[in-house]
């Protein structure tokens, strides 16, 4: 099972909700990462997991706030969250390092309203 | 830092011609090169990797990419395209001062014209 697997797909919120995105793999990758992606744009890293905890946070507003569970699921929880938010979210994992490929998932396209 | 250059933003090319895609890195230690295919409305996924060894990688859907060490180069090939391979590329790098972070290129749009 070489698939990462996010929900929902889409999500509309208001800047005054809390929304959760979620994202699971079971290929027993030990590193997982959040980027936001806007309309032609790369993706931008967010926050990466290493081994179930926090390895890098690239500067990211405290309206988005990353949780680990375990080593299968990661999850970025929204509040407050203002129209530029309003992107693509797109989860990923690797093996353990950043010499391994990444694994994407499908994405959740975030609008704020 | 590493970063990465990909030196065109939109390569419009007419179905079974050939295509490269240019990509140029910049890092002070040795890196770990990655082209990612993203299809409208998807995620990322994997074309080829460059770790070590032979400089000519082989990936999926036919493409192909050679590492130039001397010109700091990864540039992306496939001698005849097809409409499905419309699609946003991007050029991807890491190296271990980088921590698990991986740099993206800018993007190249593939329009393949029929």
């Known amino acids: 099972d070489t698939e990462v697997t996010q929900t929902p797909k889409h999500l509309v919120m208001g800047m005054t909700n809390k929304k959760s995105l979620k994202c699971e793999q079971h290929?027993?990758?030990?590193?997982m990462y959040w980027y936001k992606q806007k309309a032609k744009k790369p993706p931008e890293l967010m926050f990466v997991?290493?081994?179930?905890?926090?390895?890098i946070n690239e500067s990211v507003p405290s309206r988005f706030s990353p949780e680990c569970p375990n080593s299968s699921l990661l999850n970025l929880h929204l509040h407050a969250l203002q129209p530029e938010d309003s992107a693509l979210y797109l989860c990923?994992?690797?093996?353990?390092?950043?010499?391994?490929?990444?694994?994407f998932g499908p994405g959740t396209r975030l609008t704020v309203t | 830092a590493q970063s990465v250059t990909q030196l065109d933003s939109q390569v419009p090319v007419f179905e079974e011609a050939p295509v490269e895609l240019r990509c140029n890195y910049s890092?002070?230690?040795?890196?770990?090169l990655f082209w990612y295919v993203q299809y409208p409305n998807q995620g990322l996924q994997l074309l080829l990797k460059?770790?070590?060894?032979?400089?000519l990688v082989k990936g999926i859907n036919g493409f192909e990419a050679e590492f130039n060490k001397s010109q700091t180069s990864f540039h992306l090939r496939k001698p005849s395209v097809h409409i499905s391979d419309t699609a946003e590329y991007f050029c991807?790098?890491?190296?271990?001062?980088?921590?698990?972070?991986?740099?993206f290129g800018a993007g190249t749009r593939l329009f393949v014209k029929a």
């Open positions: 290929m027993g990758h030990r590193a």
């Open positions: 997991y290493s081994y179930e905890k926090l390895s």
């Open positions: 991807a790098v890491s190296d271990y001062t980088g921590g698990f972070k991986t740099i």
């Open positions: 890092s002070s230690v040795s890196v770990y």
């Open positions: 990923a994992s690797s093996e353990g390092s950043p010499f391994y490929e990444q694994y």
């Open positions: 460059y770790l070590s060894g032979s400089t």
